[in-house]
């Protein structure tokens, strides 16, 4: 899965070009356990949508943005990992810590039209 900062994160979901894309957002940690372990899910659910254009992955790496240092942050990521589903720069869904892909797979696809 790609990396972003979150200023590109933030500014791909803004763009109204993107409105009607469904953003699958994760945030991780580089040498934590549950956060490695996650992005082997995330991996598997974006491997389930690849030939979906209208949903897009993005992987962030916490301690390199310092997001979780922002406790005004609209999108609270305080711990990793955690991911939210964006749709029409609205957070539709999120979770934080251990997730079976099947439910990951049915945030993503409830949004989708």
């Known amino acids: 899965m790609k990396k972003y900062t ?3 994160v ?4 803004e ?3 993107n409105s009607s894309v ?3 957002v994760c945030f991780t940690k580089s040498n934590d ?3 490695l372990t996650m992005l082997n899910t995330y991996e598997e659910v974006e491997e389930q949508f690849k030939h979906n254009s209208n949903v897009k992955f993005m992987n962030v790496d916490i301690e390199k943005t310092n997001i979780y240092k922002d406790i005004n942050d609209s ?3 305080w711990q990793s990992p955690k991911f939210i589903v964006i749709y ?6 999120s979770g934080s810590g251990i997730y079976p892909k099947e439910i990951i797979i049915d945030f993503i696809e ?3 039209e």
């Open 6 to 8: 979150w200023d590109e």
């Open 10 to 13: 933030q500014s791909t979901i």
């Open 15 to 17: 763009n109204r070009v």
């Open 22 to 24: 469904i953003f699958f």
């Open 33 to 35: 356990i549950d956060s």
């Open 75 to 77: 999108y609270k990521i």
């Open 88 to 93: 029409n720069n609205k957070v539709k869904r």
């Open 110 to 112: 409830e949004n989708l």
